[in-house]
């Protein structure tokens, strides 16, 4: 049974940084590209970053460019996202997800696994 859990959310202020975790079970990580997507109060799940299987190569969605950073781990099997200067818009709730593409995708329909969310809000 595949399962992705996240950790790491919490209330931060504006300015502020987190680190998200994924942690992976029951799949073989090495062969999955790794992505992180959120949703915002009222609005749609949105693509935020993606890995490739080594982690050579990453992709941002423009408005975290610059601020966020994922990374992988393919020995404890798990997926980090660096979050660094936080903005309002930036609260939502976050979910590490699993393509078994192993390259970089952006688009949520590429991804088979995804993981419960965990919570993120900036304070002003």
């Known amino acids: 049974q595949v399962q992705l859990v996240e950790s790491g959310g919490g209330l931060v202020q504006a300015g502020g940084s987190l680190r998200l975790s994924c942690a992976t079970s029951g799949l073989t990580f090495r062969g999955f590209g790794m992505g992180w997507f959120r949703q915002p109060p009222g609005k749609e799940r949105e693509f935020v970053a993606a890995i490739n299987w080594s982690g050579g190569n990453t992709v941002y969605a423009d408005s975290v460019k610059g601020r966020f950073t994922i990374s992988r781990d393919n020995a404890k099997k798990m997926v980090h996202l660096q979050m660094s200067s936080l903005k309002g818009d930036d609260t939502a709730v976050y979910f590490c997800?699993?393509?078994?593409?192993?390259?970089?995708?952006?688009?949520?329909?590429?991804?088979?696994?995804w993981g419960q969310g965990t919570q993120v809000t900036v304070s002003l």
């Open positions: 997800a699993a393509s078994n593409a192993d390259y970089a995708r952006t688009e949520r329909y590429a991804y088979n696994y």
